[in-house]
T-cell receptor
Framework: DTGVSQNPRHKITKRGQNVTFRCDPI?????LYWYRQTLGQGPEFLTY????????KSRLLSDRFSAERPKGSFSTLEIQRTEQGDSAMYLC????????????FGPGTRLTVT | AQSVTQPDIHITVSEGASLELRCNYS??????LFWYVQSPGQGLQLLLK??????LVQGIKGFEAEFKRSQSSFNLRKPSVHWSDAAEYFC??????????FGAGTTVTVRA
C-alpha cells in the first residue's frame, strides 16, 4: 500500500494557460475524490468517481474544469484558461470500497496562477 | 446539507499539556465524523473516525475524540502534546452520499 500519489506537487502557470494534474489512488480503491483547499480554509468537495463513472460535480467546478478517470484507476483534473482565483491546493482522496466512508488523501498539488 | 464549525482558529499549548479541539456539526441523520491532521504543505492524514457504537473513539498518535449527539459535537483530545503535534487539524462530517464537509480548521502551536 503506497498511498495516494499526486503529480506534480507544485505548478506555477500564467493566467490563461491550461494545466492538468494527475492522481493515482490506493490500489483497488473504487472511489476517487477531488477537493480544493484555499489558504486558511478546509478542503471543499469538487467531484468524485466510482470506478470510471463521475457521479457528482460541485457547483464550484465551473465549465473550465474537467475531470476524468478513464479506466477506473488514475484520474486527471484539467483546468482550462486558468485564472488567479484558481490558485489553491488541489487534493485527491480515495476510498476502499462501496459503503466505506473513510477517505485517504494524497499530498496535494499546489497551483499558483500568476 | 451538512456543515462543520470549528470555533477555535488558533490554539497555543505548552509541550506536555493537554489539548482539546472543538468541533460542532450539523447533519440531519446519523453522522460519520472524522478528524484529520495536516502538516504545512502536506495532505491530510486521518487521525480517527466515528461511525457508530462506542462514543469515545481512539485514534493514532495518542488522540481520542468523543461523540456527543445531544451537543452535536465531536471534540478531539490528547492528554499530553508533543512538539510534533503542531499542525492544522480539521474536523469533517460525511453523509450518505460519501462526500466530506470540512471545518475551517484549527491551527495548533506547541511551545517549549
Amino acid at each position: 500500500d503506497t498511498g495516494v500519489s499526486q503529480n506534480p506537487r507544485h505548478k506555477i502557470t500564467k493566467r490563461g494557460q491550461n494545466v492538468t494534474f494527475r492522481c493515482d489512488p490506493i490500489s483497488e480503491h473504487n472511489r476517487l475524490y477531488w477537493y480544493r483547499q484555499t489558504l486558511g480554509q478546509g478542503p471543499e468537495f469538487l467531484t468524485y468517481f466510482q470506478n470510471e463513472a463521475q457521479l457528482e460535480k460541485s457547483r464550484l467546478l465551473s465549465d473550465r474544469f474537467s475531470a476524468e478517470r478513464p479506466k477506473g484507476s488514475f484520474s486527471t483534473l484539467e483546468i482550462q484558461r486558468t485564472e488567479q482565483g484558481d490558485s489553491a491546493m488541489y487534493l485527491c482522496a480515495s476510498s476502499p470500497k462501496l459503503g466505506s466512508h473513510e477517505q485517504y488523501f494524497g499530498p496535494g498539488t499546489r497551483l499558483t496562477v500568476t | 446539507a451538512q456543515s462543520v464549525t470549528q470555533p477555535d482558529i488558533h490554539i497555543t499549548v505548552s509541550e506536555g499539556a493537554s489539548l482539546e479541539l472543538r468541533c460542532n456539526y450539523s447533519y440531519g441523520a446519523t453522522p460519520y465524523l472524522f478528524w484529520y491532521v495536516q502538516s504545512p504543505g502536506q495532505g491530510l492524514q486521518l487521525l480517527l473516525k466515528y461511525f457508530s457504537g462506542d462514543t469515545l473513539v481512539q485514534g493514532i498518535k495518542g488522540f481520542e475524540a468523543e461523540f456527543k449527539r445531544s451537543q452535536s459535537s465531536f471534540n478531539l483530545r490528547k492528554p499530553s502534546v508533543h512538539w510534533s503535534d503542531a499542525a492544522e487539524y480539521f474536523c469533517a462530517v460525511g453523509s450518505n452520499d460519501y462526500k466530506l464537509s470540512f471545518g475551517a480548521g484549527t491551527t495548533v502551536t506547541v511551545r517549549a
